[in-house]
């Protein structure tokens, strides 16, 4: 069984930076993606980043491109999310899950697995940006 700890969340202005940390206990298959999700009031959760199992393939959403930045530390089972330059539009509960299916790459396009297959969620950090 899969666990994740997510962590780093708050409550800041404009422009302000945070760092979101996700804890991961080994997953058993040999292949994976993980992925940051956000979750906005009355919106549907969406895909932030993900990133390989083997950290060396990553894939962001559109508004997460030049701001935001995964990064992963094996010896840790951590991975991170650096988000710069933040907006209230960023406001959200943020979401780590890890998906048995890994991230495809063909013709130099990364597609990250669906939401609905990942299998494994945390319980949520929220992140407050004040205008």
């Known amino acids: 069984h899969v666990q994740l700890v997510e962590s780093g969340g708050g409550s800041v202005a404009t422009g302000a930076f945070l760092t979101l940390s996700c804890v991961v206990s080994r997953p058993t298959f040999t292949a994976y993606a993980l992925g940051w999700f956000r979750q906005a009031p009355r919106k549907e959760r969406e895909l932030v980043v993900g990133?390989?199992?083997?950290?060396?393939?990553?894939s962001y959403a559109d508004f997460a491109k030049g701001r935001f930045t995964i990064s992963s530390d094996a010896a840790e089972n951590t991975v991170y999310l650096q988000m710069n330059s933040l907006k209230p539009e960023d406001t959200a509960v943020y979401y780590c899950?890890?998906?048995?299916?890994?991230?495809?790459?063909?013709?130099?396009?990364?597609?990250?697995?669906?939401?609905?297959?990942?299998?494994?969620w945390g319980q949520g950090t929220q992140v407050t940006v004040s205008s």
């Open positions: 899950a890890v998906s048995p299916w890994p991230i495809l790459v063909t013709g130099g396009t990364h597609y990250c697995p669906r939401p609905s297959q990942y299998n494994y």
């Open positions: 990133i390989s199992d083997s950290g060396d393939i990553t």
